[in-house]
């Protein structure tokens, strides 16, 4: 009876790879992959920076350390304007010191640096006084 079973299943199993290798049988279908851990997060969004502005800074500590000498050499332009009632010659762009809000606006004729946080002509006449 051993024999007998034994041997029916290995012509079954034999039939049925032969049919399979003939394309008679269908074919079994693969079984289901499992995704990945990385397929299944989600990538982080792209890093937007904002633009750079071409702003020029000083460092504060810097600023702080330069001499009469060299805030006499700064860039100015021919451009004049007021800051109470004295003239001053302008930087072609405010220059930033540090982050502390305050920024070079330009030189007055005597060599005095002009420094506020907001454009100089701005101010009232007595706020410079």
Not at 90 to 114: C, H, L, M, N, R
């Amino acid at each position: 009876m051993k024999n007998g079973k034994a041997l029916a299943m290995v012509a079954v199993v034999g039939l049925g790879l032969w049919a399979w290798k003939k394309g008679k049988l269908p074919a079994i279908p693969p079984a289901p992959r499992e995704m990945p851990v990385w397929e299944l997060i989600e990538p982080p969004p792209p890093v937007i920076k904002p633009p750079v502005t071409e702003t020029p800074s000083i460092p504060l500590d810097v600023w702080q350390a330069l001499t009469q000498q060299q805030l006499e050499g700064l860039p100015v332009t021919h451009q004049v304007d007021i800051v109470g009632v004295e003239p001053y010659n302008k930087t072609a762009q405010p220059i930033a010191i540090g982050d502390t809000g305050f920024y070079i606006w330009g030189q007055t004729e005597f060599g005095s640096t002009v420094v506020s946080k907001k454009p100089p002509e701005t101010y009232a006449a007595w706020e410079w006084m």
